[in-house]
């Protein structure tokens, strides 16, 4: 009987060395160089969008808020830089962590005549995910889903040398 249940003890020990091993998906940082955290969102329509789906295109993964200046700042070179994308392998996914969700962010839009590919966080649960510390920050992830850069605040998007970046990253394999 001894035997028995020192057998079921160290497989129980085992299996649980072997969880704790396993490393998930959700437990990878969003950093450099690692697989950008999957997740689902809703758009502005109630449409589901899920980022694995974009898998094979480059996609920016901009967190932002309409309160927030830096964030209000670098909207109109975001929307240069969707235009210009346009038909490209590319996606830009503008997650707004708006307490106020869908109604603050199509107000804001309407103001300042923006179109830009939103979706709605207002319980901040993927920006926590992906460990923000403040808005605007923006991931860049490649056509594999791996993060490649990071951008914490304002950045000009439609900067003819930040647009010669992200073509170069739609098509390095």
């Known amino acids: 009987m001894k035997r028995w249940i020192a057998a079921l003890l160290l497989i129980a020990a085992l299996a649980l060395a072997a969880a704790g091993c396993a ?4 437990d990878v940082p969003a950093l450099e160089g690692n697989p950008a955290p999957d997740f689902t969102l809703k758009d502005l329509s109630g449409k589901p969008v899920q980022l694995s789906s974009l898998k094979g295109k480059l996609v920016l993964v901009n967190f932002w808020a309409t309160w927030c200046p830096p964030c209000r700042e670098e909207i109109p070179s975001m929307v240069k830089l969707n235009q210009a994308m346009q038909g490209k392998n590319f996606q830009m996914l503008a997650i ?14 309407k103001r300042g005549g ?9 319980d901040g649960q993927v920006a926590r995910r992906y460990g923000t510390t403040g808005v605007p920050e923006t991931f860049v992830v490649d056509p594999k889903g791996v993060i490649r850069k990071k951008v914490v605040g304002g950045l000009d998007w439609s900067h003819p ?8 990253l739609m098509t390095d394999k």
Not at 23 to 26: C, D, G, P, R, T
Not at 96 to 109: L, M, T, Y
């Open 161 to 168: 040398e930040v647009m010669q970046a992200l073509r170069q």
């Open 96 to 109: 707004s962590i708006d307490e106020g969700g869908k109604n603050a962010v199509e107000d804001f839009f």
């Open 114 to 122: 923006v179109t830009l590919p939103a979706l709605l966080d207002s």
């Open 23 to 26: 490393k998930k998906e959700a």
